[in-house]
C-alpha cells in the first residue's frame, strides 16, 4: 500500500470513528432527554387529576357550606322568635309579681298572684295537655318561684267559663273536672322543672269565679285561665 492510499484509508477510518462516537453520544442525550420528558409528563398527568380532585371537593365543600349557612339562617329566625315570645312572656310575668292582680284567687292574707294566663294561651280547645307557647309561659315564673318566692308555698288555681262540655265529654264529666286537670298539668309541669312538689297546691275552681261576663266570647276567655300565685 502506499502512502497516498494508506493516508486515505486514514482519513476515512477516523471519520467513521468520529461519526460512530457522535452518534452514540446524541443518542444518550435523546435516551436522557425522553427519560425526562416522560417524568415531567407524569408528574403533569398527576397535578392535573389532583387539581380535578381539588375542584371536586371543593364543589362538595361549597355545597356543605351553603347547606349549613341556610340552617344557621333558620336557626336564628327560630331563636329570633323564641326570644320575642320569652320577652313578651318575661315582660307580663314582671308586671304582676308584688300584689294581686284583681283576679278573684287572691282570697286569703299574705296570698299574692303571681300569673294569670288565659288557658287559650296554655292549651288547645278542650284538652288539658300543655303547648309549647303555654311551657314557656308557664316556664318564664320559674325563676321568681326559684329566687324571689323560693320555699313558699305555690297555689295553681283551674278555671273554666260556664260553658258545658260538650265535644269532650268523653274526657271530663264536667268543668270541674276539666279545670282540675289543666291546673294538675301546670303542677307537673313545675315539677318537672325543680319546684318541690311538696309547696304546690293544686286547686279546682271550675266554673265558680269568673272574672268577666260569660256572656261574650271575649268575657269567656278571660275566664277560661290558670293562675299561679304564692302565699307569703
Known amino acids: 500500500m502506499n502512502s497516498r492510499k494508506f493516508t486515505a484509508a486514514l482519513v476515512l477510518f477516523t471519520a467513521l470513528a468520529l461519526t460512530t462516537v457522535g452518534c452514540t453520544d446524541w443518542k444518550q442525550e435523546y435516551d436522557e432527554l425522553q427519560g425526562q420528558y416522560a417524568e415531567l409528563n407524569a408528574e403533569h398527568n398527576a397535578l392535573l387529576q389532583n387539581t380535578q380532585g381539588m375542584r371536586t371537593d371543593l364543589s362538595r365543600c361549597e355545597a356543605q357550606r351553603n347547606q349549613l349557612q341556610n340552617q344557621l339562617n333558620s336557626v336564628r329566625g327560630d331563636l329570633t322568635d323564641a326570644r320575642r315570645e320569652r320577652d313578651k312572656w318575661k315582660e307580663i310575668a314582671q308586671g304582676m309579681p308584688d300584689g294581686p292582680t284583681g283576679d278573684s284567687t287572691t282570697r286569703v292574707p299574705g296570698e299574692v298572684t303571681v300569673i294569670t294566663l288565659e288557658s287559650d294561651v296554655l292549651f288547645g280547645a278542650g284538652s288539658a295537655k300543655l303547648t309549647a307557647a303555654g311551657q314557656r309561659a308557664i316556664g318564664s315564673v320559674l325563676p321568681q318561684l326559684r329566687g324571689k318566692y323560693a320555699g313558699m308555698t305555690v297555689r295553681i288555681y ?17 268543668n270541674l273536672d276539666l279545670s282540675a286537670n289543666r291546673a294538675m298539668a301546670v303542677t307537673r309541669y313545675l315539677r318537672e322543672r325543680g319546684i318541690d312538689g311538696a309547696r304546690i297546691e293544686t286547686i279546682a275552681m271550675g ?26
Open 207 to 232: 266554673q265558680t269565679q269568673p272574672v268577666a261576663s260569660n256572656k261574650t266570647k271575649t268575657g269567656k276567655a278571660k275566664n277560661r285561665r290558670v293562675t299561679i300565685g304564692v302565699v307569703r
Open 158 to 174: 283551674g278555671h273554666t267559663d260556664s260553658d258545658p262540655i260538650v265535644k269532650t265529654k268523653k274526657l271530663w264529666q264536667d
